[in-house]
């Protein structure tokens, strides 16, 4: 999978920028604040339907601006497809080879591409949510009915709080619909999570041991709200019964799939309270370059990878495990850097200098002898 080419018109500091992409690497360098990370967020906007950062989307469009435009050409093992986003303020709109796309869970996955990102510590070391949002994430790239489900669990938790909220004398027979729908959706999550949550363990301790060399044992854990059993469906809606007393008092739900907890944890310790620092960013590593060989497995596409900053605060092993991972990678590579001859890449590649939203191609023999 190749993305060939993607224009840019009133995106972030982008007024108008058209790029023809190398098939290989793609080095993006600048100084600090000048658009390289606005550029890898088009690119994974292009590909994934969505920004990697928790953005409204008028904060995508340049200021003063009505909307903003992305388009590209994205070449996979069926031809040659044509994207073409539209950001509104009230949400955006996508045309995949001329055809508006009503329903984005019918798109959701097509293009797959792992983003390396300095956020990615959080992961690991930051809230339930977001290791909850991040799994969920990859499972739609593979599933599109996760996303399906997803919404809907969301609506139908939203109607059985809205419930709790309105009577102090709620009745269990007036809420039992919802409780029906949400165990129903629940545990059709719940199951894929702990599916991807073993996958992820086996890959993440595999790569964990080679990136430090030692024998510390990596473990991903997920925890369930509530207990589990062979039928996780029934089990759900037993304790949502049995909570209804403490969630009317609350008025909120207060176990289900939107209160598990994702947990890595190393000797048996939680990784998010004991981890160092140096620690957690190298889970976080070996998270992601899981997800590579997952994706690989389940599509049988090697993904674009995403590369933003990755040289910064990296001890020298780190830095040395993802420069070799990018000369053996055989697909289609972005990353960005403040300097491109920190990049150690060997293979063929394309260099742009990005300026204050501004970019031009750049000969990588006169960057510096460390880019060949």
Known sequence: MILRSIALRNFRNYQSENFSLHEGLNLIYGENAQGKTNLLEAIHILLTFRSFKQLKTEELIQFGQPQARIKGE??????????????????????LNGKVVYRLTKV???FNTVAFLPSDL??????????????DRVICNFNPEHLVDLRSYLRSLMQRNALLTKSARLSSDSIEVWDERIAELGAKIIERRIKYT????????????LLTGNDSQISM????????????????KERLKSSLDVDRRRGYTSVGPHRDLIEFRIDGKNANEFASQGEAKTIAIALKVSEIEISKIKTGRTPILLLDDITSELDERRKSFLFQLLNEFRGQI??????????????EKRLFHIKAGSARAADSKKVGSSLN
């Open 74 to 95: 994205v070449y996979t093992e069926l031809g040659l497809n044509d994207v073409h986003i539209v950001l509104n303020k009230g949400g955006k709109a996508v045309r």
């Open 108 to 110: 959701v996955g097509r």
């Open 122 to 135: 959080e992961l690991i070391k930051g809230s339930p949510q977001g290791r909850r949002r991040y799994l």
């Open 198 to 209: 073993k996958k992820f363990e086996s890959e993440v301790r595999e790569i964990y041991k």
């Open 221 to 236: 854990h997920y925890g369930s709200s509530f207990k589990l059993s062979s039928n996780i469906s029934g089990a759900f």
């Open 334 to 347: 972005f990353v960005t850097a403040t300097n491109p001859a920190e990049i150690l890449f060997k293979g």
